[in-house]
């Protein structure tokens, strides 16, 4: 009977302190471990590349000039005659690639400041702006130096500002322009027509930001960019008032000058880039 009892108190005293552990609070966990997502800024250096299309948007206000004939004159003796422009349009591919800066005030959304420079081929095609005179000696052939024809690379150094929404850039850019070209008489060139070209570049555009693990990404760079723009280049410094020529074959040196009016040396380029953006995230 006794060893019952003190078998019975042994059990209930067991399963009061396992009831008893069963109430006490249990050990916190530890809390979570927050990472904050870093908010994209537009602020750090960017290099990339890009290609589009180039048209002509210069304002050609004369098409022909007088030849002298006679003797002496251009057309082996004979009378003088007219030579004709025949005022094809002068457009083709660009491409290249570019460099530059960006300056974000506010990360996330604010204004965006930087600086751009570019460098650019141009093809604007062959046998641009080659004039036609009947009658004229195959001594000579008439070109026309006003127009672009012998332009075949040009360049921008721009300041840009704009507005960021958060991976979206919507920006202005304007600037100092340049350019060269050949004096290949394929296109339309001259002995003494290649000559270095200034002006200015103004446009705008819209870019956005890729996220950093796009399949873009091959340099490994904080960001991929994509953009669009749209520039209007004006290289008429160098240019105005020249007038057509006619041009010694043998020689490919000007042999007479007609100052038919001013063509400005304009054009415009729409084109896609794509930039990789390295410092800041």
Do not use: C, H
């Amino acid at each position: 009977m006794i060893k019952t009892l003190l078998l019975a108190s042994a059990a209930t005293a067991l399963l009061a302190g396992a009831a008893s552990a069963a109430d006490l609070p249990r050990r916190a966990a530890p809390p979570p471990v927050f990472t904050p997502v870093p908010v994209f800024t537009w602020t750090g250096f960017y290099a990339g590349f890009n290609a589009g299309y180039a048209f002509d948007a210069s304002s050609n206000n004369t098409n022909s000039f007088a030849v002298p004939g006679g003797p002496g004159g251009f057309t082996g003796g004979g009378p003088g005659t007219t030579a004709f422009f025949s005022q094809r349009n002068q457009e083709g591919f660009t491409g290249g690639g570019q460099i530059g800066y960006n300056v974000q005030f506010t990360p996330g959304s604010g204004v965006v400041v930087g600086i751009e420079a570019d460098a650019q081929y141009l093809d604007f095609g062959r046998n641009r702006n080659n004039g036609f005179a009947a009658g004229l000696s195959p001594a000579y052939y008439v070109t026309d130096p006003r127009g672009l024809s012998s332009l075949d690379f040009f360049g921008t150094v721009r300041g840009r500002i704009g507005y960021a929404f958060d991976r979206v850039l919507v920006y202005g850019t304007g600037g100092f322009a340049y350019g060269s070209g050949s004096a290949d008489r394929s296109f339309g060139g001259f002995a003494g027509n290649d000559s270095f070209r200034t002006g200015y570049a103004v446009g705008g555009g819209i870019e956005y930001a890729l996220p950093t693990d796009s399949f873009l990404n091959f340099f490994r760079s904080s960001a991929v960019t994509l953009k669009v723009e749209g520039l209007y280049v004006n290289l008429d410094r160098n240019t105005r008032n020249q007038g057509a020529l006619v041009i010694n074959a043998a020689s490919n040196a000007p042999a007479y000058y007609s100052p038919v009016g001013r063509r400005d040396d304009e054009f415009a380029v729409v084109r896609a880039g794509l930039n990789y953006k390295f410092g800041s995230y």
